[in-house]
């Protein structure tokens, strides 16, 4: 049987206007902005334990990704987190909803959004009375699919228990010096440690962090753990990674460069140079501007109606080629108002 909302079962739930942030406190959600995954597998949230009918390719208020959730006659879609979290402490759970009936709550309340199209921030505070607290989202029985973005549960971290291991870390943007690392958050995790080969090198705030400083042509081990102020999780499973070998000689100049101007910014593409294995070093008017791993880069901050000069060089462990022909790019002019 179809089920719909009843008001007298939302006694007490309510659409909340924004409450200011703990600035000085971490965001206690992991991937609460749903861009982390494993791999290119969106399909599976990662950090969350959801019901069938939930992804990670919904429409997004911020970034590239939102929840999409979409509810049978008998699956809310519903997504939960359990977070450590401090007794006695005051908590505030956010988060951008739109689409049809959406809920987020938590184990003392909820606040919930009517179908919409527009995004809709919802807040709801609560003072921990356990050692951790357990967060959800989700829509309602067999009604339309909804979108959820930027989670944030604000307050401090735990100081009884300590986080679980964060998922990954998966390397990315590999070059003969340096290794992008991500890994999906551990809830409550208030920053994480990244090991190399056993050692201790550095804490990271975030979900991703650029080790450079290695050797060409060489393999390296690293780890992660979470951690907040009752203490570290457990390492990750290593990864291995292998730096780009060295290179004899510096790479050719790239060709073809091309650029797309918009109001603020210039998206610029080139022919790929082979032996750039370090990536490409972005120029603007004479200074670098920029890096890409790969043959395209967009260059923001720009002002409208403005004319651009850019030249882009290939990168290796050998040096920097010279400086590609440069392209000139207006940027749109804005119609006065």
Same mark, same amino acid.
């Given at each position: 049987?179809?089920?719909?909302?009843?008001?007298?079962?939302?006694?007490?739930?309510?659409? &909340?206007?924004?409450?200011?942030?703990?600035?000085?406190?971490?965001?206690?959600?992991?991937?609460?902005?749903?861009?982390?995954?494993?791999?290119?597998?969106?399909?599976?949230?990662?950090?969350?334990?959801?019901?069938?009918?939930?992804?990670?390719?919904?429409?997004?208020?911020?970034?590239?990704?939102?929840?999409?959730?979409?509810?049978?006659?008998?699956?809310?879609?519903?997504?939960?987190?359990? +977070?450590?979290?401090?007794?006695?402490?005051?908590?505030?759970?956010?988060?951008?909803?739109?689409?049809?009936?959406?809920?987020?709550?938590?184990?003392?309340?909820?606040? *919930?959004?009517?179908?919409?199209?527009?995004?809709?921030?919802?807040?709801?505070?609560?003072?921990?009375?356990?050692?951790?607290?357990?967060?959800?989202?989700?829509?309602?029985?067999?009604?339309?699919?909804?979108?959820?973005?930027?989670?944030?549960?604000?307050?401090?971290?735990?100081?009884?228990?300590?986080? +679980?291991?964060?998922?990954?870390?998966?390397?990315?943007?590999?070059?003969?010096?340096?290794?992008?690392?991500? *890994? &999906?958050?551990?809830?409550?995790?208030?920053?994480?440690?990244?090991?190399?080969?056993?050692?201790?090198?550095?804490?990271?705030?975030?979900?991703?962090?650029?080790?450079?400083?290695?050797?060409?042509?060489?393999?390296?081990?690293?780890?992660?753990?979470?951690?907040?102020?009752?203490?570290?999780?457990?390492?990750?499973?290593?990864?291995?990674?292998?730096?780009?070998?060295?290179?004899?000689?510096?790479?050719?100049?790239?060709?073809?460069? +091309?650029?797309?101007?918009?109001?603020?910014?210039?998206?610029?593409?080139?022919?790929?140079?082979?032996?750039?294995?370090?990536?490409?070093? &972005?120029?603007?008017?004479?200074?670098?501007?920029? *890096?890409?791993?790969?043959?395209?880069?967009?260059?923001?901050?720009?002002?409208?109606?403005?004319?651009?000069?850019?030249?882009?060089?290939?990168?290796?462990?050998?040096?920097?080629?010279?400086?590609?022909?440069?392209?000139?790019?207006?940027? *749109?002019?804005?119609?006065?108002?």
């Amino acid at each position: 049987m179809r089920r719909f909302p009843v008001i007298a079962a939302l006694a007490g739930a309510a659409l &909340i206007g924004p409450v200011p942030a703990h600035a000085a406190e971490p965001n206690l959600v992991a991937n609460g902005s749903f861009e982390q995954a494993r791999y290119s597998d969106h399909a599976t949230v990662g950090g969350w334990s959801c019901e069938p009918g939930t992804s990670q390719f919904g429409p997004a208020h911020t970034g590239a990704r939102s929840l999409s959730g979409t509810p049978t006659e008998s699956s809310q879609a519903r997504c939960t987190q359990t +977070v450590p979290v401090q007794p006695g402490a005051t908590y505030t759970l956010t988060a951008w909803v739109r689409g049809g009936y959406a809920f987020l709550g938590h184990d003392q309340g909820m606040a *919930w959004a009517p179908p919409g199209t527009g995004w809709t921030q919802l807040s709801t505070s609560f003072t921990a009375t356990g050692d951790t607290a357990r967060i959800y989202l989700h829509g309602w029985y067999a009604q339309a699919p909804y979108q959820a973005d930027d989670v944030v549960l604000s307050g401090p971290d735990s100081a009884v228990r300590a986080p +679980v291991a964060p998922e990954g870390p998966i390397p990315d943007e590999t070059t003969s010096h340096s290794v992008r690392l991500s *890994w &999906i958050g551990s809830p409550g995790a208030g920053s994480y440690r990244i090991y190399r080969d056993g050692t201790l090198l550095r804490t990271a705030s975030g979900t991703s962090e650029v080790v450079d400083g290695l050797v060409p042509g060489t393999g390296y081990e690293f780890r992660i753990s979470a951690v907040n102020r009752a203490g570290q999780s457990a390492l990750t499973a290593p990864v291995s990674v292998n730096t780009a070998a060295a290179q004899a000689q510096a790479p050719p100049p790239t060709r073809m460069l +091309v650029a797309t101007p918009h109001a603020y910014d210039v998206w610029l593409a080139w022919e790929a140079v082979q032996p750039a294995t370090d990536g490409y070093r &972005i120029y603007r008017d004479g200074q670098p501007v920029g *890096w890409s791993y790969g043959p395209a880069f967009t260059a923001t901050g720009l002002r409208p109606g403005t004319s651009y000069t850019f030249e882009v060089t290939a990168l290796n462990s050998a040096g920097e080629s010279v400086r590609s022909a440069p392209v000139r790019a207006m940027t *749109w002019q804005l119609p006065l108002t």
